[in-house]
C-alpha cells in the first residue's frame, strides 16, 4: 500500500504546533480580557459597599451589556483615586495636553492643582475657582486684584509689581490716584470667598486688603503659613494677629512708582506681639527705627531670617539687631543705605546667631554703618556681594574684626 504524506495528519514529534503570537494571543482571548476589566471595576464599586457584600442581581445584568465597550476604553473603568495616583506621577508639562483629553480628564487635573496665580477677579468671586480647582493651598491674587486697560497701554514693570498703563493717562496720575487696583471692600468680598471655598489655604499673596479682610481669612484658615501683603500699613497690620501659625510674612509698604504707605514702628510692634511663630520676615519699602526691630527682636524669638529690602529705616535701627537671639541670615536688598547713623558705638552688642550676611544691589558708602554692622556679626561664617556700588579696599579692612568669613562677589544677574 502506497504512502501519500501530503494526505496524513501525522505531525513529526520534534517539530511540534507553530507557537502563537503576542497579538494572536490577545485577539483570540479577547473575552478573557473582558472578564479581568470587567473585574476590576466590579472591585472598584463593590468597594464602595461594605467590604463582604455581593454584586447586586443589577451589576451582574451589565455584565453582556458592557462587555463590547470595555477593550474601546479600559481606562474608563479605572477609579478616580487610582486614575489620580497615574496622573499625578506624569511631569507637569503633560498638564495641559492631559486635561484634554476628556471632561472626567479635566476634572480631575484640576483636583491636583495645588496652586494658582488669578488674573481673573470674576473667577474668584463667581466661585467657580473652587469648582475648577477645589484643593488649593497656594493663592497668588495681586495680578487679579490689579485694573488693567490690556495690551492696549502702556506696560509697567517692577520687580515686585508689574501692570498695563493707558498710553493716554499719566503713569504718576494712573497709580496715585489708585486706579490701577481694585477697592478694599472688594477686595475683602473675594478672601471672604476665597476662605470660604479654600479652608485648607496655605499661602497667599494679597494687594490693598483692610484688616477686616485678613481677619475673616485668620478665621476660616487656620493652616495659613505664607502670607505676602501689597500695599500693607499699620492697619492692616492688626488683621494678621489672628493668624496663630503664620510662619512667613512679607510686607510690601512702598514701590517706587506705583504706590506709597506706610508701615512704622506702630506696626511692627502690632506684627511681633501678634505673630510670635515668625520664622522669616522681609520688610520692603517698610519705615521704622530701634523700637521696632527691638520689638520683633524680642516677641518673636523663632525668627531665623530677616530681609530688609529698600527700606526706610530711621538710624540707628541696626544695633536693635542684639536683641535677635536666634537669627542667622540677614539679607539686605536694593538698599540705598544701611544705616543713616554717621556714629559708632562700641557698646552696640552682638548677633551671635547671625551666620550669614547678604548684599545685593545696595549702597555701601557709609563706613560707619558697616562698621557697625559687621561688629553686630563678629560670629558670621558667609558675607555675599551681589551688585553692589561703593567697595573700595578700606571697607574690605572693617572685616578683618570678623573670625572667619568666605567673601563672594557676583557681578551678574
Known sequence: ????????????????????????????????????????????????????????????????????????????????????????????????????????????QGRLV?????????????????????NLIHVDLVNGSLISPGNAGVFCSNRLLSSHVDCNADAKDWFLKER??????????????????????????????????????????????????????????????????????????????FYKSSVTDIGLTILAQGCKRLVKLELSGCEGSYEGIKAIAQCCQMLEELILRDHRMEGGWLSALSYCENLNTLRFMSCKSIDHCGWFDEDVGSCPTLERLHFEKCQLRNKESLRTLFLLCQEVREVTFHNCWGLDNEMFSLSTSLSFVLVLFSTGE
Do not use: Y
Request: with cysteine.
Open 114 to 134: 495645588r496652586s494658582i496665580k488669578l488674573l481673573d477677579w470674576d473667577f474668584l468671586v463667581s466661585g467657580r475657582l473652587f469648582v475648577r480647582f477645589p
Open 180 to 257: 490701577f487696583v481694585l477697592p478694599s471692600d472688594e477686595i475683602d468680598n473675594g478672601l471672604r470667598i476665597l476662605a470660604g471655598g479654600c479652608p485648607n489655604l496655605r499661602r497667599l499673596l494679597v494687594v490693598n486688603a483692610s484688616e477686616l479682610g485678613l481677619l475673616g481669612v485668620a478665621e476660616e484658615c487656620p493652616t495659613l503659613q505664607v502670607l505676602e501683603l501689597h500695599r500693607c500699613n499699620d492697619q492692616v497690620l492688626r488683621g494678621i494677629a489672628a493668624c496663630q501659625n503664620l510662619q512667613i510674612l512679607r510686607l510690601i509698604g512702598n514701590i517706587d512708582g
Open 1 to 108: 500500500m502506497a504512502f501519500s504524506p501530503e494526505k496524513s495528519n501525522f505531525r513529526s514529534p520534534l517539530k511540534g504546533p507553530p507557537s502563537p503570537s503576542w497579538n494572536d494571543l490577545l485577539l483570540k482571548n479577547k473575552k478573557a480580557l473582558n472578564h479581568v476589566l470587567f473585574a476590576m471595576h466590579l472591585q472598584s464599586r463593590s468597594n464602595k459597599q461594605t467590604p463582604s457584600s455581593s454584586p447586586s442581581p443589577q451589576l451582574r445584568k451589565s455584565l453582556d451589556f458592557t462587555l463590547p465597550s470595555l477593550v474601546s476604553d479600559p481606562i474608563s473603568l479605572l477609579s478616580d483615586e487610582i486614575l489620580l495616583s497615574i496622573l499625578s506621577k506624569l511631569p507637569d508639562s503633560q498638564r495641559n495636553s492631559n486635561s484634554l483629553v476628556s471632561k472626567r480628564w479635566l476634572n480631575l
